[in-house]
């Protein structure tokens, strides 16, 4: 009897201690919070990405690195409880992209590391303070996507010559309408094109820009980058294919689901090099990054070299 309970209490104490030692070490896993305007299905490949950009630097997802996910599922209203639920799990870097979101995690933390794979306007939008100089908790990567808008109306005439009523399709949350108005306008003057913006306010706002489109009269749409336009791209598909317009789409993500073309940067690469980012964060002071904001300034700006458009494909 005594023997069984002797084997007991050591076997118990093992476990015990097995147990405390694996939580302990659970627990200095670095913890990645991913927020996401789109959906699972349409930030997929762009996930991927960067769990293998993490995974040849030498980071397992749930086995020494822990991904927190969040979808707004294209709700824009959603984001500022996201972020707020990543803020208040103690994640180490929160990694999102477009304005709407980086803003939405700006608001929840001015501490916790913010790095965004893409982001088309960040200084115009008021991200960062500059390309050079970042500042702040916030770096990343710019697809410099307003100044693209030009070669993007430079191709899509070339491809439909008759076309001289585009609209410019956006969301609230992307890069500035007016910035990437300003920056394409000369080259629409140049190619005969007239410009019409189109803000979309949500994914229940199509029907009205849609009709607004009809109304002007376009006869071709450009897109912007945007999560919230990609995870609807079955709506915007239907629409040009209905109305017979050409449309030229911002990544070839679009034209790998069933869209005409597009021109800009490689998305997915953005992604998979953000990973280096984190890994630069995380070899970092953890304890220092978590409570001393200067220390988050030298790593934005020791980070300038990155914040910058990827090479072209």
Known sequence: MIRKLLFWLVTTNFLITVGITEA???AKFPRIGILELASPAASASQLKAFQQGLHELGYVEGKNIILEYRFADGKLD????????????????????????????MNA?????????????PVE???????????GN???????????????LEMLKQATPKVNRVGLLWTVGSARADV????????????????YSLELKDSDDFARIFDAA??????????????????HRATIFDF????????????????????????????????????????????????????DSSALNTLACSLRFALCAPRSR
Not at 84 to 98: N, Q
Not at 110 to 116: D, G, Q, R, S, Y
Not at 214 to 231: D, R, W
């Open 138 to 152: 916030v770096t990343g990567l710019t697809q410099l996507s307003a100044e693209l808008d030009g070669k993007k």
């Open 125 to 135: 939008d008021g991200l960062v303070a500059s390309l050079a100089k970042p500042g």
């Open 78 to 105: 959603r984001l500022p409880e996201l972020a707020a639920a990543l803020v208040g799990s103690k994640v180490d870097v929160i990694v999102t992209r477009s304005t709407g979101s980086i803003r939405s995690a």
């Open 180 to 195: 990437r108005a300003r920056d394409a306008d000369p080259a629409a003057k140049a190619l005969g094109i007239r410009l």
């Open 240 to 291: 040009v294919a209905k109305n017979r317009l050409p449309a030229m789409y911002s990544t070839k993500d679009f034209v790998e689901a069933g869209g005409l073309m597009s021109y800009g940067q490689d998305i997915i690469d953005n992604w998979r090099r953000a990973a280096i980012f984190v890994d630069k964060i995380l070899r970092s002071d953890e304890e220092k990054l978590r409570t």
């Open 109 to 121: 933390s001015k501490t916790i590391p913010i790095i965004f794979p893409s982001a088309g306007a």
């Open 214 to 231: 009809k109304q002007i009269g376009v006869q071709a749409l450009s897109l912007a980058p945007s999560p919230l336009l990609f995870t």
């Open 24 to 26: 302990q070490q659970s």
